[in-house]
Structure formats: C-alpha cells, structure tokens
T-cell receptor, first 113, second 114 residues
C-alpha cells in the first residue's frame, strides 16, 4: 500500500546550524501531516502539524513546509541544539480512511557539539 | 496531569506464549490506538478502540486482539508469539472530536520473544 517515506536515514549537523529533514508521501488523499520526535526509550513526541490546505506552518524554532505538487514535506529546525538529537518521523492521515497515522521510516538527527 | 502510561515497560516471552500489554490513556481522552515499532522502523498501526469497540484495524493477523474498558484503558493481546513479534508496542490516546486528533503516545512496552 501507499506509505510515507523519508529521503535520508541519518543527518549530522553542527550545533547552531539549521537542520532540514525531508519526507515524501505518495497518497494525494492525505489531508493532515504530523512531525514526531522520538528519543531513545521514549514514544514519539508531537512537534508540529500541518493540514493539506496550508503550505507552511511555524512553531518555536521549527517550520514545516508542504509541497502538494510534488508530495513533499520538510521539517526545518533552526539553531539546532544537542537536545534535538533524536529520530524524526513524518506521519500522515488519509482523508476518509479513518484517523490512523501512517508513519515513514524515520531520520536520525545527530547534533555535533 | 499524567500522560499515557503503559505497562510493563519490558517483557521477555517464549515463542508460542501469549502476552497482554496494558495502556491507560491521557486524562480526557476516549480513544486508544496501538502501534508496533520494529527496531529501526516507523510505528505501524495495529488497531484503534473507541467506545469499547475496535473501530479500525491495520494489516495484522487475528493473533493480535484488544479490548477497551469503560474507563477508556485498553489491553493488547498477542497469541502464539513469533520471534518476529519482538518490537516496541506503543499506545496512543486521542479525543475523537479533537480537530487536530491530538495523539499522545506512551513510552511503549519493549517485547522480546525468544
């Protein structure tokens, strides 16, 4: 079946730099997207979400961009900190298919001091 | 305000055995979903319970079953365990009427089948 996927499995950045984590999705009926952060030994933690009728949403140090034309989602983290080191997942909810989350495979973000 | 709590945190079972995992949702939430997360992969949806009934189910065999109680807590049961069932089992609670779904995840139960 269709699923959400990620371009890069591991991203290494210098502390203070900006990070960009990418995600591709294949179902054009997806109408809601969420980015999660998962630290070792913990469950996924909500970071930011965006609906399909938007193309950009900003939070504290994070921005999500949605390009529906190419079915691409990105998470931008400004001034990356060591505490941002984790695995990041994008997830989607498909319109009229219930409200279950479909996750991608994850990107590990490593922040170098 | 307690978030989602899961028990036990770790569990080791033998192939062929049965296991029961438990989840207490976040206060105010009425829906519980279960996910299986294999090592190095994203979580995969198992099923969702609302009003004590299974509302949605992912691509998992009937060996996986569940239950929701009147207090909204939930159990996940897996029968005839296989080595491939070794994974982190995550419970997520939400409020069915929440506009943004509001999923909150627990820290999971790490199941190892030997």
């Amino acid at each position: 079946g269709e699923s959400v996927g990620l371009h890069l499995p591991t991203l290494s950045v210098q502390e203070g730099d900006n990070s960009i984590i990418n995600c591709a999705y294949s179902n054009s009926a997806s109408d809601y997207f969420i980015w999660y952060k998962q630290e070792s030994g913990k469950g996924p933690q909500f970071i930011i979400d965006i609906r399909s009728n938007m193309d950009k949403r900003q939070g504290q140090r994070v921005t999500v961009l949605l390009n529906k034309t190419v079915k691409h989602l990105s998470l931008q983290i400004a001034a990356t900190q060591p505490g941002d080191s984790a695995v990041y997942f994008c997830a989607e909810i498909i319109n009229n298919a219930g409200n279950m989350l479909t996750f991608g495979g994850g990107t590990r973000l490593m922040v170098k001091p | 305000d307690a978030g989602v709590t899961q028990s036990p945190t770790h569990l080791i079972k033998t192939r062929g055995q049965q296991v029961t995992l438990r989840c207490s949702p976040k206060s105010g939430h009425d829906t519980v979903s279960w996910y299986q997360q294999a090592l190095g992969q994203g979580p995969q949806f198992i099923f969702q319970y609302y009003e004590e009934e299974e509302r949605q189910r992912g691509n998992f065999p009937d060996r996986f079953s569940g239950h929701q109680f009147p207090n909204y807590s939930s159990e996940l049961n897996v029968n005839a365990l296989l080595l491939g069932d070794s994974a982190l089992y995550l419970c997520a609670s939400s409020l069915v009427r929440a506009r943004n779904y509001g999923y909150t995840f627990g820290s999971g139960t790490r199941l190892t089948v030997v």
